[in-house]
C-alpha cells in the first residue's frame, strides 16, 4: 500500500485530487485508514471522464507495464487488465503484453501498429516498438525488425530520462536474440539510476539475460576475459540473481520473477546444478500455468536440453503439448533472424541431447567429460558429436559455439 502523497507524485496529480478520487470511490483498491487514505500499489489514476481523449499518459513511467505490480498475483492477470478501464491505451497495451506472454501472436501485430501511429504518447510508442519486435523474432523478419528498432528510436523523447528509457527498449530488443553490442555503457555496469523506478523490474530482467550472454561467451571461448575461465562466470550469475527473486518476490511483480527464476535455472543447469535448476523451473512453472503464460516458457527451451518439458509434463500434460507447438514455430523464427542479425547460421535441427552435448563441447568439455556428466559411453558423446557436425555442415566441434 502507498499513501495519497505517494500516489500523487506516481501520478503527476495534486494531493487533493487523490483524495477527491478516493473519496469518489474512483480509485480500485483504497481504503480509509483513520484520517487519511492507503492506495494499492497497483492501482491507476482513473480520467475524470470516460469521453476524455483515449490516448492518456501511462499510469506507470514504463513502456512494460506487465513487468510492474499492476500484475501482482497469478491467476489475476486479466483482472489486473480491468484495472485500465478508464485508459484505452493503457488497457490495450497491458492486454497485448500479456497477449504475448500467453504466446497469443496472432493477437499483437494490429496493436503494435496501434501504438505506433503518430498519435500515441511516448511510453505507448516504445510498447507498440517492443510488440513489433516481438513480431518480427516469430516472423524471422528482419525487415519488421528494422522498422520496430526505427519507430523506437524516432519516439518524441522530452527528457534524458526518456532517452535511457528509448536505450533500454533498444538493449531489450537486441538481448532478445543475444546481440549485445549496442547495449549502453550504464546497462552494462548495471547501474538503473538514470531510470525511474517503474522501469526497474524489466532493466533487472534483461541485465540479467546480457550477463548470461557474457557468462556464456566465456565458457564456450568466444570472448576471453582476464582471470576467468571455463565455467566460473556462469556459476556466478546466481549469486547475482537469488536476491532479484527476493526482490521480485516482496515488490510481488509476477512477470520479472518467473523470468528471473528462469534464468538462475539456466546458470545453474550449465553450471551442473540439476537439483537447483529444478527448484527454480517448478516455481517458475507455478506462477506461469495459472495464466497460461506458456509464451515466456518458450523463449527459454533451448536452453534446457529438454528439462524444462520434463519438469512442466510433472505439472500439466496438456502444457507441454501447447509449448512445444508454440516452440515449432518460435524456435525457427528466431533462429532466422539472430542468424541474420548476427551474421551467423543458428542449428534448428538438433535434438535437445544434440544440443545439450554440442554446447558441452562448445564449454571446453573433453568426450570423457561429457561421457561422465551424462552417464552415457564415450562412443555415443564421439556418434553424437559426429551426428551435429554432419547435421550443421560446420567443419569440427570446434565450431559448436558459433551454431547454438
Known amino acids: 500500500m502507498i499513501t495519497v502523497k505517494q500516489a500523487a507524485e506516481k501520478w503527476g496529480v495534486t494531493p487533493r485530487r487523490v483524495q477527491s478520487l478516493c473519496k ?45 505490480n499492476i500484475y501482482s498475483t497469478a491467476g489475476k492477470a486479466d483482472e489486473s487488465i480491468s484495472l485500465f478501464e478508464n485508459n484505452m491505451e493503457a488497457y490495450e497495451l497491458f492486454k497485448a503484453q500479456i497477449a504475448y506472454r500467453r504466446g497469443e501472436i496472432e493477437k499483437i501485430y494490429d496493436k503494435a501498429r496501434y501504438f505506433l501511429r503518430s ?12 510488440l513489433l519486435a516481438q513480431c518480427a523474432i516469430w516472423r524471422g523478419d528482419l525487415r519488421l525488425w528494422n522498422e520496430a528498432k526505427k519507430h523506437i528510436c524516432e519516439a518524441p523523447c ?24 549496442d547495449f549502453p555503457e550504464w546497462f552494462i555496469r548495471g547501474c538503473f539510476d538514470a531510470l525511474p523506478a517503474d522501469s526497474h523490474p524489466c532493466a533487472k530482467v534483461y541485465y540479467i539475460k546480457y550477463l548470461y550472454m557474457a557468462a556464456y561467451a566465456v565458457a564456450s571461448k568466444q570472448v576471453s576475459l582476464e582471470g576467468v575461465s571455463g565455467l566460473a562466470l556462469m556459476k556466478m550469475i ?15 511483480t509476477i512477470i520479472p520473477e ?46 534446457f536440453d529438454g528439462l ?9 500434460k496438456n502444457a507441454v503439448t501447447i509449448v512445444t507447438e508454440l ?4 524456435s525457427i523464427g528466431w533462429a532466422r533472424l539472430s542468424g541474420a542479425v548476427r551474421n551467423r547460421y543458428i542449428a534448428t535441427n538438433l535434438s535437445p541431447r544434440e544440443r545439450e552435448i554440442a554446447k558441452l563441447a562448445a564449454f571446453g568439455f573433453t568426450t570423457k567429460d561429457i561421457a561422465g556428466m551424462l552417464y552415457i559411453s564415450e562412443s555415443t558423446v564421439k556418434q553424437t558429436v559426429l551426428r551435429v557436425v554432419q547435421k550443421t555442415g560446420i567443419a569440427d566441434r570446434s565450431e559448436f559455439s558459433n551454431i547454438l
Request: charged share 25%; with cysteine.
Open 24 to 68: 469518489e470511490g474512483k480509485i480500485k483498491g483504497a481504503t480509509r485508514w483513520e484520517r487519511t487514505w492507503m492506495i494499492p500499489n497497483y492501482a491507476v489514476l482513473p480520467s475524470s471522464n470516460k469521453g476524455d481523449d483515449p490516448h492518456m499518459p501511462m499510469p506507470r513511467k514504463s513502456p512494460f507495464l506487465d513487468m510492474t
Open 158 to 181: 522530452e527528457s534524458k530520462t526518456q532517452r535511457e528509457i528509448v536505450s533500454l527498449t533498444l538493449a531489450i530488443i537486441d538481448s532478445s536474440i543475444y546481440d549485445n553490442k
Open 308 to 316: 524444462l518439458e520434463e519438469r512442466l509434463a510433472l505439472a500439466d
Open 119 to 130: 498519435h500515441s504518447g511516448f511510453y505507448a510508442i516504445l510498447g507498440g516498438g517492443m
Open 258 to 303: 518467473i523470468f528471473l527464476r528462469l534464468s538462475c535455472a539456466v546458470a545453474y543447469h550449465n553450471s551442473g546444478q540439476r537439483e537447483l535448476a529444478v527448484q527454480h523451473i517448478d516455481r517458475a512453472i507455478s506462477l506461469v500455468l495459472p495464466d497460461g503464460l506458456f509464451g515466456i516458457l518458450v523463449e527459454y527451451i533451448r536452453h
Open 327 to 330: 516452440y515449432r514455430t518460435y
Open 238 to 252: 546466481p549469486n547475482t540473481i537469488e536476491p532479484m527473486i527476493s526482490q521480485a518476490r516482496v515488490d510481488r
